[in-house]
């Protein structure tokens, strides 16, 4: 047991997958993993351990933002032994060309937060994804959208680049993010650089696996039905590459 998740440690996999929202959690449990066992309820965080083609896998809410990820991603890392994690979520397109339901790969993922200004003592650091699960993510995620164009299903795009970590969904400055488009940032949201930055800390792997829920570019903003394309792109995208050896 660690303060925030109430498991025996055999409970949790070695390779978690981290939705933002604690009910996407169980709807992926019950939908995407066999034989799917709830071991967190505690503040309603769900975490659950069943299995994808045989392999033990685990899937973890983690709250937004990066004082919520930070305090579940390092209960995983620290007191459960976790090894690789995948956050599966939403974010913001910066780009004219990163179009709603498109797949981001976070390659880095820089910030406005403080946390690794204090960390660093004032230092940068750069948050990158591990280069394993990238690659094995990268490829399952062609093959799924070449398997779905195949079927005539509509396209989905993939971006393999940076993300940029906010602490604030509600910016008083709200054109800031075009400095981060000129800078050639793909997409907004509010965890990655956190998970990265765990991961290093760790010695472990993490990636961030984002699917375009707006765009701050063009203002629109998906619909449930669409979104529902893309996740499931999103999560067999994830299911494969964590589970790659
Ligand atoms: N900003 C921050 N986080 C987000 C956004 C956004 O526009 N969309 C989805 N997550």
Redesign the pocket.
Known sequence: MSIHINAKKDEIAPLVLLPGDPLRAKFIAENFLEDAQCYNTVRNMYGFTGTYNGTRVSVQGTGMGIPSISIYVNELYNDYGVQKAVRI????SIQKDVKLRDLVLAVSASTDSAANTHRFGGRTFAPSAGFSLLHAAFHAAEKLTAANAAEGAASVRIHAGAVFT?DM?YNDVPDVWKLWARYGILA???ETAELYTLAAKYGREALALLTI??S?VSGESTSSAEREISFRLMMQTALEAITTP
């Open positions: 979520g939403t974010a913001g906010s969904f907004v949201e509010m829920s707006d701050l």
